[in-house]
């Protein structure tokens, strides 16, 4: 109610000064949204806000950030993250603004969704909030293609299918599914994003080896550029002559303000292989074998060479 009457915005806002205040359960209701301060909770918006095309004016359902505020309108809808889900959300949310015919049957304006880390502190909040409203867990809605969201118009000029990749935030690296043929040639049409398949990791509570992302290739602490879509073949190749078992590897693309997620339970590739290749040079001492083997051949120096000379010198 007090969206409807005492927003600026609203078509009812003349009717404001009726009232002096309201009261709902025996609490002044001074504005038509909860502020959620509680550690360990997650607010992320999602609404029409990027362009499906750059020369379009079609807008398609988007991550708008983080936000502290559940608005309490029949507009929005609010989500729990039961499953701790960092990519694939815009298939499982996007039909609910999208989508007259959705699971729920209504079609919604902005959707909320909570992510929390912290449950005691949630249900303190709501506690102290009198905060009741439902939420939907995230489990429950089905995960579309985005073709399905988004149909492509037969008669368009740019019906082009819809790479579910560039939606995605969070992969893992599949080279190994990519058909090369048996032509040296097939690498040059080998696009980076082969390399990488869309995953679910809960990126705060799974441990394993990350790399940062710049256009489908890995961001090195090494250099200021991406090191290439070969750079991990490179240093599974290595790991295979050393005999050690080489890692899943989670990719992750940057946030909106640029910066590469930092796992907290995860260690940074590089880091990872320099660990390992220096633990195994150690171990077997073939660090003079491995640098005098690559010259014998001819072969440019690569990044675990380099790490394994700095291991020998040391």
């Known amino acids: 109610m007090y969206a409807y009457v005492f927003r600026n915005d609203s078509p009812l806002a003349e009717l404001k000064g009726c009232f002096t205040k309201v009261i709902f359960n025996g609490k002044n209701v001074t504005s038509s949204f909860f502020e959620c301060q509680a550690t360990g909770v997650k607010i992320e918006k999602f609404e029409k806000g990027e362009k499906m095309h750059r020369s379009s004016g079609v807008y398609r359902v988007s991550n708008a950030g983080p936000t502290k505020r559940l608005p309490c309108t029949d507009e929005t809808i609010l989500i729990y993250n039961d499953i701790h889900a960092t990519d694939g959300l815009i298939n499982r949310l996007a039909p609910l603004i999208e989508m007259p015919t959705n699971i729920l049957g209504k079609q919604y304006e902005k959707v909320y ?75 040059y049409l080998t696009v980076a994003s082969d390399y990488w398949q869309p995953a679910e990791i809960d990126l705060d509570e799974d441990e394993g080896v990350y790399v940062g992302l710049y256009k489908f290739e890995p961001i090195l602490k090494s250099s ?86 700095e291991a020998a010198e040391k």
Request: aromatic share 10%; glycine share 4%.
């Open 113 to 187: 969704l909570v992510t929390l880390s912290n449950l005691a502190e949630w249900q303190q909040w709501k506690q102290d909030e009198q905060f009741d409203a439902p939420l939907v867990s995230l489990s429950t809605l089905p995960r579309l293609k985005i073709s399905q969201i988004y149909p492509r118009d037969p008669y368009s000029s740019s019906n082009k299918p819809v790479n579910v990749k560039h939606l995605s935030k969070v992969f893992r690296y599949e080279y190994e599914k990519v058909d090369r043929g048996n032509s040296r040639r097939f690498r």
């Open 224 to 309: 200021p550029i991406s090191g290439g879509k070969r750079t991990i073949e490179y240093y599974k190749q290595w790991f295979g002559e050393l005999g050690l078992e080489f890692p899943e590897v989670i990719g992750l693309k940057p946030k909106s303000n640029g910066t590469i997620p930092e796992p907290p339970n995860m260690v940074h590739l590089e880091d990872y292989v320099v660990t390992e290749i220096k633990a195994k040079i150690a171990q077997l001492n073939k660090n003079a074998e491995i640098i005098e083997r690559q010259a014998a051949l001819g072969k440019s120096v690569s990044f675990v060479t380099d790490f394994a000379q």
